[in-house]
């Protein structure tokens, strides 16, 4: 009955898909470009420094002791210092998962394609054709922007789903042998692969993380301009140098979680030589 696991590895992808398009709605730093959000932070951080320089300036006569304004602005910096690593370290991991099951899941589509070439006719000549055209679909970036061809290539690939589970089940009903049995695993082993690949693209930091280290930055960054302006120094320079570096950061943690839409992607080039590399299939006379 081993069928029986292409169904529910089909109700699985339905459930990621619908999840991925909540997701989608809900997160509003990964909706914009790289640069927008670079720029946008960069000024808003900017401008919290320069207002708490101007606050400094015109408090800085009413204040003796200005070594407690220095322990608030290294405790600050260090809390938004540590936060912005530990995000930083879990959207590089979670990139790293990405580019792994990729390379996973064109190793087990490999697999299946070989173990096609087993299968008694007409299954073989069937699924083969199936096969191919589903690993030149899987080659093409899935990107996580919307838009129509985006849209297209989505819907392709589950029609593709559906008539591979519906030829695979046809195969495992009519012939229960070991050969069937040993291509039905591996052929589950790379939608579920599939559907792990789905639920990870869309497992992002959350907007709250975000918002919260973007408050922590601004409230860091007003305490720098407020100790520039409390001893009678401009600090233009640094202010801006250390606004437009939480302002990266920032953008990589987002970009890292965006694996098609950014500057960072998942190389999908395995994927891509698995394509290539399948051998030319030959259509028999007969079909």
């Given at each position: 009955?081993?069928?029986?696991?292409?169904?529910?590895?089909?109700?699985?992808?339905?459930?990621?898909?619908?999840a991925r398009r909540r997701i989608m709605?809900?997160?509003?730093?990964?909706?914009?470009?790289?640069?927008?959000?670079?720029?946008?932070?960069?000024?808003?951080?900017?401008?919290?420094?320069?207002?708490?320089?101007?606050?400094?300036?015109?408090?800085?006569?009413?204040?003796?002791?200005?070594?407690?304004?220095?322990?608030?602005?290294?405790?600050?910096?260090?809390?938004?210092?540590?936060?912005?690593?530990?995000?930083?370290?879990?959207?590089?991991?979670?990139?790293?998962?990405?580019?792994?099951?990729?390379?996973?899941?064109?190793?087990?589509?490999?697999?299946?394609?070989?173990?096609?070439?087993?299968?008694?006719?007409?299954?073989?000549?069937?699924?083969?054709?199936?096969?191919?055209?589903?690993?030149?679909?899987?080659?093409?970036?899935?990107?996580?922007?919307?838009?129509?061809?985006?849209?297209?290539?989505?819907?392709?690939?589950?029609?593709?789903?559906?008539?591979?589970?519906?030829?695979?089940?046809?195969?495992?009903?009519?012939?229960?042998?070991?050969?069937?049995?040993?291509?039905?695993?591996?052929?589950?082993?790379?939608?579920?692969?599939?559907?792990?690949?789905?639920?990870?693209?869309?497992?992002?930091?959350?907007?709250?993380?975000?918002?919260?280290?973007?408050?922590?930055?601004?409230?860091?960054?007003?305490m720098v301009g407020y100790g520039f302006?409390?001893?009678?120094?401009?600090?233009?320079?640094?202010?801006?140098?250390?606004?437009?570096?939480?302002?990266?950061?920032?953008?990589?943690?987002?970009?890292?979680?965006?694996?098609?839409?950014?500057?960072?992607?998942?190389?999908?080039q395995t994927m891509t030589d698995l394509?290539?590399?399948?051998?030319?299939?030959?259509?028999?006379?007969?079909?």
């Open positions: 009955m081993t069928f029986l696991r292409l169904a529910t590895s089909h109700s699985r992808y339905t459930d990621c898909g619908q709605e809900s997160q509003l730093f990964y909706s914009q470009s790289p640069l927008v959000v670079l720029i946008t932070v960069s000024l808003i951080l900017f401008l919290s420094a320069s207002i708490g320089s101007a606050i400094g300036r015109r408090s800085r006569d009413r204040i003796e002791d200005k070594s407690q304004v220095s322990t608030i602005q290294a405790s600050l910096l260090g809390i938004l210092g540590l936060l912005l690593g530990f995000t930083f370290a879990v959207a590089s991991s979670r990139y790293d998962s990405r580019r792994l099951l990729a390379i996973d899941e064109a190793n087990a589509l490999g697999t299946a394609f070989m173990g096609a070439q087993m299968l008694p006719e007409p299954h073989r000549t069937k699924l083969s054709d199936d096969l191919q055209r589903y690993i030149r679909l899987r080659a093409s970036p899935l990107a996580v922007q919307t838009g129509p061809r985006l849209s297209r290539v989505k819907k392709q690939t589950e029609q593709a789903q559906h008539v591979i589970r519906r030829h695979a089940i046809a195969l495992a009903r009519e012939r229960d042998t070991e050969i069937t049995s040993i291509f039905i695993d591996s052929l589950n082993q790379s939608l579920e692969l599939y559907s792990s690949r789905v639920a990870t693209y869309y497992a992002r930091v959350p907007n709250t993380i975000l918002w919260i280290l973007l408050c922590i930055a601004i409230v860091g960054l007003g302006g409390m001893v009678g120094q401009q600090g233009w320079l640094v202010m801006g140098l250390v606004s437009v570096t939480v302002a990266a950061v920032m953008v990589m943690i987002v970009d890292l979680d965006r694996p098609e839409a950014g500057p960072t992607r998942t190389i999908v394509k290539n590399s399948l051998p030319n299939y030959q259509q028999s006379p007969g079909r």
